[in-house]
């Protein structure tokens, strides 16, 4: 990898585990940039300091920091990335495909993700609701959003989501597909979604990104 020279002071927030954090660690694979990270661990409540709420007042990760430019949201994040390095491209050109790809991101960023993140779960602990059935929720989403975004994949070219080569859409699919096996999910009715991640393995991009991978990981 050769660092991106627009992105020397660019530092990366972010946690191991977090799926978000993962989707923007193999955006910057793919592109080949590097830059600084920062741990802030999820697990021991670090996003909730008064020092990092400083810096991200949403005490969420990750969260981009380039001298006087800040960007949450890891979407924003990889389309900035896009934009400012755009080889490879993670979106296609053609207008209806780019709409396609930003679907089936959105679908796992927007609809499954934020249902079984770790700040949903901590409220529905204390709202009495135990680890099994805790479980049991985060699986039934993780489930029923892979039904909606197989279907959508049947309807597209392979072997990734869009095409032969990955896209956003790839970037967002293969951390849930991690969430998914955290919480025990069915995979087996996903044939497109288990090529995706089949295909993403073969790349360094995705296999340096992993959560085990991780300077922070446990």
């Known amino acids: 990898m050769t660092k991106a020279q627009d ?30 990270q920062r741990y ?7 996003q909730n300091l008064e020092a990092y709420r400083w810096i991200n007042p949403a ?23 896009d934009e400012t390095h755009p080889e490879p491209p993670l979106l296609p050109k053609d207008p209806k495909a780019r709409a ?17 993140n770790l700040r949903i779960l901590k409220r529905l602990s204390e ?24 279907a959508r994949l049947t309807q597209t070219p392979g072997p990734f989501a869009y095409g032969d080569r990955p896209t956003l859409a790839d970037i967002c699919i293969v951390p849930q597909i991690f969430n998914a096996r955290r919480f025990d999910a ?5 044939e497109r979604i288990r090529q995706i991640e089949a295909e993403a393995m073969k ?16």
Do not use: M
């Open 203 to 218: 790349l360094d991009a995705f296999v340096a990104a992993e959560p085990g991978r991780q300077p922070d990981a446990e």
């Open 127 to 150: 709202l009495g609701v135990d680890e099994t059935d805790r479980a049991i929720w985060s699986k039934q989403w993780i489930e029923q959003g892979f039904a909606a975004i197989e």
């Open 59 to 81: 005490g969420l990760v990750p969260y981009w920091s380039e001298g006087e430019f800040n960007l949450g949201q890891s979407l924003a994040i990889i389309e900035y990335l």
């Open 100 to 116: 396609i790809v930003r679907e089936i991101a959105y679908a796992v960023a927007c609809d499954i993700h934020p249902i079984g």
């Open 7 to 36: 992105h020397d002071a660019a530092v990366l927030y972010g946690y191991f585990r977090s799926s978000a954090a993962y989707r923007v660690r193999i955006a910057l694979n793919l592109k080949n940039i590097i830059v600084a």
């Open 186 to 190: 069915d995979l087996a009715p996903f």
């Open 40 to 46: 802030v661990h999820l697990r021991d409540g670090e």
